[in-house]
């Protein structure tokens, strides 16, 4: 870019190696230099939607999106990112909107709806609704020679199940999934489902494929999926070292909250309570924590939750609020996490 300030691709492509390093505002600082050569390009504009929401501009985020769309109302990844800036935004009827809007393109567009509407149920403790959706979306995909949407649609369910105490059904949709695609985040969230339904062997054996790997992510999502292990086993010290290592590799959203809850485990609440705030501050990540076009806004309600349990340990006022903040979010009691908090929020 010094020999060449007007390279348009060389500009955008600057912006994306920012987003694999972490760095939101320079990455939608070039972007946005990128654009000013050439306003009506849609990728970068989409892209420069995305880095603004993980940014945590929502507004910004809102406007690209929109204008990705009016300049091509069939550019799907503009409705993913339009719908997560929405809920990110708490314009939480206008993402369903936007959701719906993407399913009546076509059967393609319409399984990528589903998993948009299912992390919003998830989200929101609707967990009958979002298991119904990801079994119905997971048949249609395999219907369709689909692979790759089956097997997000199994590493979704898989963590559905496990939300409603049926590890075998999970373990079992997971273990697909991963037999189904090998993009690094289906490895790593099947993993995770492994090792909370008591079946580390396979998971280690997922780190130990992901551990070998060049780039930083896939060894991140290693030292993550060891760290719960570690978890499982009670040995919390060993889970936060895992972490930590993983952090020097790339500072991910996944690893700032679970260290929150090893450091919890560990009975550091405060250190805990430090490591959950800065992913609840760190909102606009939520929404697609694997900087893919994925829906992940669903972690958003076990931070809070979390957060929560570190500062009623530390007896703070501010529990209260947290467990408030929580209970907001869902319309449902069908997650276990609802029933929980709202007994310790009756207790404070």
């Known amino acids: ?9 060389g500009l955008a492509n600057l912006g994306l190696a920012y987003v694999f390093k972490g760095d ?34 929502f507004p910004a985020a809102l406007q690209d999106q929109k204008r990705v769309l009016e300049i091509n109302p069939g550019f799907v990844n503009g409705y993913i990112g339009l719908a997560l800036a929405q ?35 998830v989200l929101e403790g609707r967990l009958g609704d979002a298991r119904d959706a990801l079994e119905k979306g997971s ?15 199994l590493v979704m369910l898989a963590g559905v199940h496990l939300s409603r105490g049926d590890a075998p059904r999970a373990a079992a949709a997971a273990s697909k999934a991963a037999s189904l695609s090998q993009q690094d985040y289906v490895q790593y969230l099947a993993a995770r489902v492994l090792v909370d339904a008591g079946q580390e062997k396979r998971a280690l054996s997922i780190a130990e494929g992901l551990g070998k790997r060049f780039e930083a992510g896939p060894r991140v999502y290693a030292e993550l999926i060891h760290g719960a292990v570690a978890l499982q086993r009670k040995n919390p010290t060993e889970a936060i070292a895992r972490f930590k290592a993983g952090q020097k590799l790339l500072d991910m959203w996944l690893v700032r909250y679970e260290l929150g809850r090893a ?18 501050r760190r909102h606009g990540e939520v ?3 694997f900087m893919d076009n994925v829906p992940t806004y669903r972690l958003l309600g076990p931070v809070l939750y979390w957060k929560a349990r570190a500062q009623e340990v530390q007896k703070s006022p501010a529990a209260a609020e947290s467990f408030r903040a929580f209970l907001a979010t869902k319309k449902t009691d069908e997650d276990p996490l609802v029933v929980d908090a709202r007994k310790r929020l009756a207790a404070l």
């Open 287 to 289: 929404t697609d924590v």
């Open 1 to 9: 870019m010094k020999q060449f300030p007007a390279d348009n691709a």
């Open 263 to 280: 450091y919890l485990a560990a009975s550091a609440p405060a250190q805990a309570q430090d490591e959950l705030e800065a992913s609840a």
């Open 24 to 57: 939101f505002p320079r990455a939608l600082d070039y972007t946005r230099k990128a654009l000013s050569l050439y306003p009506q390009n849609v990728p970068q504009r989409n892209n420069a939607g995305y880095f603004a929401m993980y940014s945590g501009d």
């Open 139 to 153: 048949q249609e995909d395999v219907r369709r020679k689909d692979e790759a949407g089956t097997a997000r649609k």
């Open 87 to 121: 809920e990110a935004s708490g314009a939480r009827d206008e993402a369903v909107a936007t959701w719906k809007n993407l399913e009546a393109l076509g059967p393609a567009e319409a399984s990528t709806a589903v998993e948009g509407l299912a992390d919003l149920a």
